[in-house]
Structures are given as C-alpha cells and as structure tokens.
C-alpha cells in the first residue's frame, strides 16, 4: 500500500506542478473552479493507468519473466524525464487560461505518465481499480493544495514537485527489480 500511495504522489507532480502555475497565474481563481480543475486533473491520472493496464495486459503472459524489468525501466525512464524536465523547466508555465479545454488537454499532457505506469500495473497483478481510484484521490487532494499553494507562493515550487516526482519514480523502478530479482 505504501509503494502505491509514493507512486500515486510521483505521479500527481506533473499536475501538482501545473496547479501551482495555474494558481500563481489566476489568483483570483475562485473555489468552485478550484475543485473543478482538482476533479479533472484527478480523474484524467485516474482513468489512464486503466488504459495502460489494458494495453499490458494483453502482452504480460509473453513477457512474465522480464516483467520486473520492464516495470525497472519504464518508471526510471519516467522518473529521468520528469527530472529533465524539471531541469529544463519545460512545462509551459504561461497558462493563460483555464477553460475546460486548456485545462483536459493539460490533464491528458500531464497524465500521459500514469498511462504507462499502468501497463507496469499489468504486470505486477494490481488491483486496477483500487489503483487507479487512489491515484485518482491522491492527485485530486494534491491539486486543491497545490492551486492554493501557487496564489500564495508563486512558482517557486513548480521544479521542486517535478525532481521529488521524478525521484520517487526512479527509486519504485529500483525496488522492483530488486524485488524481481530476489535481492529484496
């Protein structure tokens, strides 16, 4: 459940990130569209691990006994690439508006990561549901916060989430495959 709950946080950071600018940008944002833009970014990182377990599903009987280093690299090429682009500062931080479309096509942007994960999901023989429902929640939470936080404190912490995303991510690779290959 804790490997859960730290990928559920790895993920979210993207969207955290951009909730931050979102709420750096739009300080008088009020608290209806607050929830609305949580609820969005929440249910996009929900509903992609289930696309992505779908997608390994059909394939993880092939691949069962390399399973554990595919998850390895797939969550440290994620991990490396939220690290990129934090150092990159890549993510568009002008957001000018936040009409429901800028807000799904940034949802979908952000969330195209928990896509992925989802295939390692596939292989791991997680509960889809109860995953993909906590990621949900987690990131939810997270963006409330996180637009709350950016009418405060700017864009100071944009790259901040993206490097502790990015972290963590790499760290769950490395414990799989220590897993899969019995050291752990």
């Known amino acids: 459940m804790e490997t859960l709950l730290l990928l559920a946080l790895a993920l979210a950071m993207d969207s955290v990130a951009v909730s931050i600018a979102i709420g750096s940008k739009h300080?008088?944002?009020?608290?209806?569209?607050?929830?609305?833009?949580?609820?969005?970014?929440g249910f996009f990182q929900g509903i992609m691990p289930l696309a992505g377990y779908a997608l390994g599903i059909s394939f993880s009987q092939y691949v069962q006994a390399y399973d554990h280093w595919i998850a390895f690299v797939l969550l440290g090429a994620l991990g490396a690439k939220m690290l990129y682009e934090a150092y990159k500062n890549a993510f568009d931080e002008e957001i000018t508006d936040v009409s429901n479309k800028t807000l799904i096509t940034l949802a979908i942007a952000t969330s195209i990561d928990a896509m992925a994960v989802g295939v390692t999901f596939a292989f791991m023989q997680t509960d889809i549901f109860a995953a993909s429902a906590i990621i949900a929640l987690v990131t939810f939470v997270l963006c409330l916060i996180a637009v709350y936080i950016g009418k405060r404190l700017g864009s100071l912490l944009e790259t901040k989430a993206e490097v502790l995303g990015g972290v963590i991510l790499i760290a769950l690779g490395v414990k799989m495959l220590l897993e899969g290959l019995g050291i752990l």
């Open 27 to 41: 300080k008088e944002i009020l608290f209806p569209r607050i929830l609305f833009i949580a609820a969005v970014f």
